[in-house]
């Protein structure tokens, strides 16, 4: 839950933020002379003493005084490792911990003591902090968990048996268990062994929350945010088996309190009272609407039986049936809940909006408050940091501020300055600012300001964008072109020269020192040029439009990423280019809305992209690909089939078509083949492994094996058989099942390596007998009967029965983690990856991405037709076919029932069978 509460604080100082500006990661001095101003009313943990509260925040450790008499803040100049603290304990002595992404930090009252990876800790970045029976600090961190009994430092990490090194939550049950959730699963460590828990249906799922109830059971709110469809949930594990209790998207929170659990997240507020699951909605007394329990993001168990429910509408209090509202009217200081807390005494704390604190009570609000630093006029246009580590500050309408270390100077029109309206900032590698304003641009060499206006070489007064590249030249953005000063003279460049617009509002220099200039020309303007994205190689420029995949001609923001990769935020979406495609992220991937005004990375690599109607955080590359695929122009009509029809489930993982003609179709609940008439389906009350069928295949014998995420499942027309790790199988969790021509069963699972089962033994391929990887994700078997198999972090793989071949990436694959993998009789191979097709004849590698016309790079299935055409499941953009040389685009508007396409079988008659996220369509030709 911490992490959710982080990403929300962030989430709003971001959005606090103007649009344009900049924020610029720079290194402090080396000699620790700095006061430093910091935001400490975003408020990410607290932590509860006798005494006081301690308060973890974006800008350092806040201890309130519980008496009254005040505050204190803590931060980087007061010896705390970090100013964002994440995550705060303290132990029975009274000594605080600190959680932060550089280290642990230790308060005995009197100093500061940091931890880091020198002193034992496995790594700095520190998510969860806990105590166990013992008074042992657990420390929850990006390599592993720490353990510290107050002398010395044991870690355990993946070496030792943990799930993960990400640990992201921490709790212990009543026998003193430690109970670890990653973004992979859980692991259970009793002090001798480790015992890892991937719960049916969040195999490979971030654990958000850990809560465990008196009778020992532990509860899991799981968070499925790395693909591309709803798979979160809740799951308790009862001491011998896992029950899924709660499917659904966004959950965050699970708290147990008046022997009743309750779970929150994006969606609201659940309670399970052992028997059923009730929503808490407008039908409970007190609630205003349905919208103010949405987007729960804190709930806290309180004295006799209450709950306190934390939204971004308001704080809520149950008391056995009565719900009781704080809203700002109420004297709630703001309505956007981040945190809360109750106290021994029965206060309640509060952490509510951008910058407040609050504490109710006897019934009554106290605000509580803190400011730093100089007071501005307006909103502040723009944070820079030169190399000598000066702050700048730039307002609208109230000039410049700089901040040497031990006082404020600010610069006005008063004191001689150019203008007050500075609309963007530039540090240049010598030492010098540069500050653009409505009346041209003023340079600050240490010692003096240096005024550039058209009397003495700039293009135009007005500068919207400002940079420095790479050889400490200036480059000016105005609505007439682009002026570059070298020291001595300015040069000036517009459509003339190759720039696709004079109107330049955006500048970025990557890592190749290249200058990217967008133009961003408002519709009123009109006229003068096309619009576009240029980049200037030092020599000449080159111009990118819709047409090579940009989202849109209008560019309003450029950012680089720690990669290299240049991001362009448009009109229509935002898209990234990494040297020579773009892919394109919408509304359709979750963008708050296409108008992107705003580009910003976090330490973590995320892009904090802002729009026009919200902020939206990019954690991982989206599956999706540019809006402007080529839609099917082809023959042919679809049919749908989903649960109403007696589908298992609507998120189809694969499916196949045996010998008879019947397709088989594995889901998330289950098997289900359908006869030409009606679907039948199979699960664990039938004899299946698991519910969880994630691949399908069939023996020379016609019977149908399938992999699911309890093992394996064979079915021979009588009884299911399934084969487990008890049996001899390397891991239950099987992603990919094939078979030889010897009928010999191969199955790849996932973290674990391959297993092999001749009818008699199993034998287990992992890294240690020629496996590149052991988190294997697809498996086949070639015309040639050579077995292929494609890993995730590792290589892809050929074992000809004697040894291992390896392919790179610099052979040819355009990608080594296949996806899926269809084999033509003919003898060719095509692997379907996240970074578009590839084929392979044997002796030379084919690539098709989005530059030889595919939709869509981003591909989870593929399989041939009768004449050998490959049909490929393009994610987000539907189902795409290649025909002489072209490809050609299905989507929902011609009647496909989801464009998330995971699985695709192609039946005798030439009927294409599409499993998606939310059902089945057949193409009938």
């Not at 430092?153 to 959730?181: E, R, S």
């Not at 002026?483 to 190759?498: P, R, V």
């Not at 990118?544 to 995949?549: E, I």
Request: net charge negative; charged share 15%; with cysteine.
């Amino acid at each position: 839950m911490r992490h959710f509460i982080w990403f929300f604080c962030l989430l709003l100082l971001l959005a606090s933020w103007p649009a344009g500006l900049a924020v610029a990661q720079t290194p402090s001095p080396p000699e620790s002379t700095w006061q430093i101003y910091t935001n400490g009313n975003e408020i990410i943990s607290l932590a509860l003493s006798p005494q006081a509260l301690w308060v973890g925040t974006s800008g350092g450790l806040v201890r309130w005084d519980r008496a009254g008499s005040g505050y204190i803040k803590y931060t980087t100049v007061d010896g705390l490792a970090g100013n964002e603290v994440r995550a705060v304990v303290i132990d029975p002595a009274g000594v605080v911990w600190a959680g932060t992404p550089y280290g642990l930090s230790r308060f005995d009252g009197q100093a500061w003591t940091t931890f880091t990876h020198r002193e034992g800790l496995a790594d700095n970045q520190v998510y969860a902090l806990a105590l166990d029976s013992g008074s042992r600090l657990w420390v929850g961190t990006g390599g592993g968990v720490s353990v510290f009994d107050g002398q010395q430092w044991l870690t355990y990490t993946t070496d030792n048996g943990l799930i993960d090194n990400q640990v992201q939550a921490i709790a212990f049950d009543p026998a003193g268990t430690a109970w670890l959730g990653t973004p992979i699963g859980l692991s259970r460590f009793d002090g001798q062994t480790w015992t890892p828990y991937q719960p049916e249906g969040y195999a490979y799922s971030a654990v958000a929350d850990i809560a465990i109830d008196p009778a020992g059971s532990v509860w899991v709110a799981f968070n499925w945010s790395s693909w591309p469809h709803c798979g979160g949930g809740i799951s308790v594990f009862n001491g011998q088996e896992w029950l899924k209790q709660k499917s659904g998207c966004g959950y965050q929170t699970v708290v147990i309190a008046a022997n009743q659990v309750w779970v929150g997240g994006e969606g609201g507020l659940e309670r399970f009272d052992g028997r059923d699951w009730l929503p808490v909605t407008t039908d409970v007394a007190g609630l205003e609407n349905d919208s103010t329990l949405d987007d729960v993001t804190a709930l806290v168990p309180g004295p006799v039986g209450q709950v306190w429910v934390g939204t971004r509408r308001g704080l809520h209090r149950l008391d056995g049936q009565q719900w009781t509202a704080y809203l700002t009217a109420d004297g709630l200081p703001h309505n956007d809940i981040t945190a809360v807390s109750t106290g021994p005494a029965g206060e309640t704390w509060v952490g509510a909006g951008p910058a407040r604190l609050a504490r109710l009570e006897n019934q009554q609000w106290t605000p509580f408050t803190s400011a730093d630093g100089p007071s501005l006029a307006n909103y502040i246009s723009a944070i820079v940091t030169d190399s000598a580590g000066q702050l700048w500050i730039g307002s609208d309408l109230g000039g410049l501020s700089r901040f040497d270390g031990s006082q404020w100077v600010t610069y006005t029109t008063e004191a001689g300055f150019l203008d007050n309206n500075v609309l963007a900032l530039a540090a240049s590698p010598a030492g010098g600012i540069w500050a653009a304003t409505n009346d041209g641009a003023a340079y600050f060499n240490g010692q003096q300001w240096v005024n550039y206006t058209t009397s003495n070489g700039l293009l135009q007064n007005t500068i919207l964008a400002a940079t420095v590249d790479h050889q400490g030249r200036a480059w000016l953005g105005t609505p007439q072109g682009l002026s570059m000063f070298d020291g001595a003279a300015w040069t000036t460049h517009t459509t003339a020269d190759g720039l696709a617009d004079n109107y330049i509002n955006a500048l970025a220099v990557d890592q190749a020192g290249q200058v990217w200039a967008g133009s961003g020309r408002p519709p009123l303007l009109g006229g003068g040029g096309s619009n576009g994205l240029s980049v200037f190689d030092g020599a000449a420029w080159r111009t990118y439009s819709p047409a090579d995949g940009l989202a849109d001609s209008r560019v309003n923001a450029l950012a680089v990423d720690a990669t290299g990769q240049v991001w362009i935020g448009t009109a229509g979406g935002v898209s990234v280019f990494d040297g020579t495609n773009f892919t394109t992220y919408t509304v359709a991937d979750g963008l708050a809305d296409n108008q992107v005004t705003a580009i910003a990375f976090d330490p973590a690599g995320r892009a904090w992209l802002g729009t026009e109607h919200g902020l939206s955080i990019l954690g991982q590359p989206l599956a999706s690909g540019p809006d402007n695929a080529e839609d099917a122009t082809g023959p042919g009509t679809f049919t749908t089939y989903t649960v109403a029809d007696g589908l298992a489930d609507d998120l189809v993982y694969d499916l196949a078509i045996d010998p008879a003609g019947q397709v088989w179709a594995g889901t998330l609940r289950g098997a289900s083949v359908f006869d030409g008439t009606a679907w039948r389906s199979y699960t664990t009350a039938d004899g299946l492994a698991g519910n969880e069928v994630h691949a399908i295949t069939f023996d020379p014998a016609g019977g149908v094996w399938l992999a699911t995420s309890g093992g394996l499942s064979h079915y021979a027309g009588q009884q299911w058989i399934s084969y487990t790790e008890a049996d001899g199988l390397v891991a239950d969790n099987v992603k990919d099942v094939a078979v030889d021509q010897a009928g010999r069963v191969w199955a790849a699972t996932l973290m674990f390596g391959v297993s092999m089962f001749d009818g008699q033994t199993w034998t287990t391929y992992t890294t240690a007998n020629g496996l590149s990887s052991n988190d294997t994700r697809s498996i086949a078997v070639a015309a040639d009967g050579s077995v292929w198999v494609g890993t995730w972090r590792g290589q892809l793989d050929r074992f000809d029965g004697r040894q291992w071949q390896h392919y790179r990436r610099a052979d040819g694959p355009v990608d080594t983690g296949a996806l899926d993998i269809a084999v033509d009789p003919a003898g060719p191979l095509w692997f379907a990856t996240q970074s578009g097709l590839s084929r392979f004849d044997g002796r030379q590698w084919t690539a098709y991405t989005q530059a030889e016309g595919l939709p869509g790079n981003t591909i989870y299935a593929v399989a041939l037709d009768p004449s050998g055409r490959p049909w490929v499941g393009v994610t987000d953009r539907g189902l795409a076919w290649l025909d002489n040389d072209a490809w050609h685009t299905y989507t929902v508007a011609d009647g496909l029932v989801d464009a998330g396409i995971w699985a695709i079988a192609i039946g005798p008659d030439g009927s294409v069978w599409a499993g998606t996220t939310h059902g089945i369509s057949r193409l009938q030709p």
